[in-house]
């Protein structure tokens, strides 16, 4: 064999085990990625709201999320005695699917209930982190109601794993009937961001790790953490335990 076939074939076994780390690598982050957008854990099996669960979920013993304060927005009953705080981001493709549960389990517990969205936009989703602040800026200069009617519209639109248009921001606060002006200096100033990478870093303390993780906390301030865009029935288990508390 000649010097120049020994050398071509080194240089295709250097190929073949170069790529085949290369897979492994990707692999990996592929799995990482996955993980921290639908939460897995090992005490829950997360499920997409499009998909049946896997296993019959239960929630889980938390530590305490921070108390619900007035930099908090309220959806429901302000007064109710059960608050459901999710964390989450706009990017997330489950959380968008997640969505309708919340309002559904609204409608159900009425004035027993309230939700409180908080912040967690994963470093991946390149436009997630802005867009937490878009609502912000939207709460504003809106008010409690402007914010979970831009936050709604941002879900709705958004395309999962690509995020809502960081320049499509302003137009919808406009359609809201915000002031664009007003809305895109709010914006543009950074106002919010330490507001939000605040609220990640209060999420971690409390044992969040992904996208969603939603805490059932009851009259005593207890707490159980359900993870992952769960069927309903996970959350009608948790708040029907919750309110039994007395």
Known sequence: ????????????????????????FLGSLTTKVA???????????????????KANPSPVASKKPKTVSASDHI???KNA??????YSDY????????????????????????????????PFHANAQKEAEASECAAQLGGNDVFWKYSDAIFERTTSGEGFPLDNL??????????????QSCLDSGKYEKLVKGSIAEGQGAGVQGTPSTFIVDAKSNNEL???AQPIEAFKTAVDKALAVK
């Open 1 to 24: 064999m000649t010097s120049e076939a020994n050398e071509l074939k080194s240089t295709n076994k250097f190929l073949v085990i170069a790529l085949i780390i290369a897979a492994f």
């Open 35 to 53: 993980t921290l957008e639908k939460n897995t854990a090992p005490a829950i099996v997360p499920a997409d709201a499009n998909q049946p669960a």
């Open 75 to 77: 959806r429901g009953n």
């Open 81 to 86: 005695k059960i608050t459901l705080i999710t």
């Open 91 to 122: 990017e997330c493709p489950f959380c968008k699917n997640f969505e309708p549960t919340l309002k559904q389990l609204l409608d159900t517990y009425g004035d027993k209930i309230r939700l409180v969205l908080r912040h967690y936009p994963l």
């Open 170 to 183: 302003g137009p919808l606060a406009a359609e809201l009937g915000i002031n664009q002006q007003q809305f």
């Open 226 to 228: 359900v993870v992952g």
